[in-house]
């Protein structure tokens, strides 16, 4: 865990540095000499401690900033204010707890294990991100991913998110909805520094009460409004308030969908059985494999599979060297009428083959999240 520790004394700073480099050799601990005034931005930690006899207005709104800006930092605050009026403007401002000064070991410790097994929580408890990219062109990876996303929110009662980063040509919310997008992925980035679950959701057309799809920019020229950092931030809010956060990549490879196939934790790229198809897939594997990205990371899907083709399913995982994670049928007529028409193909045709080879695939997905989160999940009711 990464512990950042203010104090106005060295005295104290130094002993509260030993204190929690003797609970855990592999924290890191960087101090700071000074007022909470001292801490500068970005903050680099999980947890802030703050050692300051007191706190005024100034501090606490400080804090409260430091809080939004940074949804996933804890704040330990050590000092001689007790009273509850106080105490209460402390949590407002976002302070997880207030220790009394000078701190006793006996109450600093066990706060600081409280919030490393809170953090640990979350983390297990984190939304997935699943990437869906084209091999080539016309590969169905936006239909894919669309219609995947509505099959993850009605069938398995998930909270989805699908973000279009196909930022020059995407149009992933016209194949689920025909609503005008109230603003689009460009718009955010420009008022990044209002991001929170309100403006996000907000900014995304809602295909369901519970999946929303966040739009590429009307216009190509805005892709450029679109930073690597600008994804970051998203990923690790959109993370925190939905169980699935898909992207539509498109098939560029730039700065932008770098950062996002890296955060990313599983990586769909769509093929069909056919030369074009093998080819370039075998070029894109090659890229994520000088990225460094895990083989375990990395699911091929078949688009459009029709048994008794030209290239066989057998022929397409000897030539990648790995099995198909899946294969989804081919069903043009169902498959155009969704994408014409902007209704998700399990509204429109749920005896579709496709309908129910998306069915299968939520299932599984949502399978293995329940899987993930059930540990710690368990280990909670064990102790209420």
């Known amino acids: 865990m990464k512990i950042t520790v203010v104090s106005r004394t060295e005295k104290q700073l130094l002993e509260l540095s030993r204190l929690l480099r003797e609970r855990n050799g592999a924290d890191e601990i960087n101090a700071i000499l000074g007022k909470l005034q001292r801490l500068q931005e970005p903050v680099d930690c999980q947890l802030l401690l703050l050692d300051q006899p007191t706190l005024d207005d100034a501090d606490l709104d400080?804090?409260?900033?430091?809080?939004?800006?940074?949804?996933?930092?804890?704040?330990?605050?050590?000092?001689?204010?007790?009273?509850?009026?106080f105490l209460m403007q402390a949590m407002r401002s976002g302070v997880r707890e207030v220790l009394a000064s000078p701190a006793d070991p006996e109450q600093l410790l066990p706060a600081v294990r409280r919030i490393e097994e809170k953090l640990q929580n979350r983390v297990r408890a984190l939304g997935k991100v699943l990437a869906f990219i084209s091999c080539k062109g016309g590969s169905g990876a936006t239909f894919l991913a669309t219609n995947l996303g509505y099959a993850l929110a009605s069938q398995e009662n998930k909270k989805v998110a699908l973000f279009d980063l196909n930022l020059q040509f995407g149009d992933a919310s016209l194949f689920v909805s025909d609503h005008k997008p109230p603003a689009t992925l460009a718009q955010v980035a420009q008022q990044i520094h209002r991001l929170d679950p309100s403006f996000l959701a907000a900014s995304m057309v809602q295909v369901s009460p519970n999946y929303g799809v966040l739009a590429a920019p009307e216009d190509p020229a805005h892709a450029n409004d679109v930073k690597p950092e600008h994804i970051s931030q998203l990923l690790q809010l959109a993370r925190q308030h939905y169980d699935f956060v898909l992207l539509d990549i498109g098939r560029s490879l730039d700065a932008v969908s770098v950062r996002a196939l890296d955060q990313a934790d599983m990586i769909f790229p769509i093929l069909q059985l056919t030369l074009p198809y093998i080819r370039d897939g075998k070029r894109l594997l090659g890229v994520f494999r000088s990225l460094d990205y895990r083989k375990d990371k990395i699911h091929l899907i078949v688009n459009r599979y029709a048994p008794g083709g030209e290239i066989r399913l057998s022929d397409c995982e000897d030539?990648?060297?790995?099995?198909?994670?899946?294969?989804?049928?081919?069903?043009?007529?169902?498959?155009?009428?969704?994408?014409?028409?902007?209704?998700?193909?399990?509204?429109?045709?749920?005896?579709?083959?496709?309908?129910?080879?998306?069915?299968?695939?939520?299932?599984?997905?949502?399978?293995?999240?329940?899987?993930?989160?059930r540990g710690w999940l368990s280990k909670i009711l064990k102790r209420a």
């Open 62 to 85: 400080q804090l409260e900033r430091i809080s939004t800006g940074y949804p996933t930092l804890a704040v330990i605050v050590i000092c001689q204010q007790q009273e509850p009026e």
């Open 319 to 373: 030539a990648f060297g790995t099995r198909m994670f899946k294969t989804v049928p081919n069903h043009y007529e169902a498959a155009a009428a969704s994408v014409n028409q902007g209704v998700p193909i399990l509204q429109l045709a749920k005896a579709s083959p496709v309908s129910k080879a998306l069915q299968e695939l939520a299932r599984t997905l949502a399978g293995e999240a329940g899987e993930e989160t």
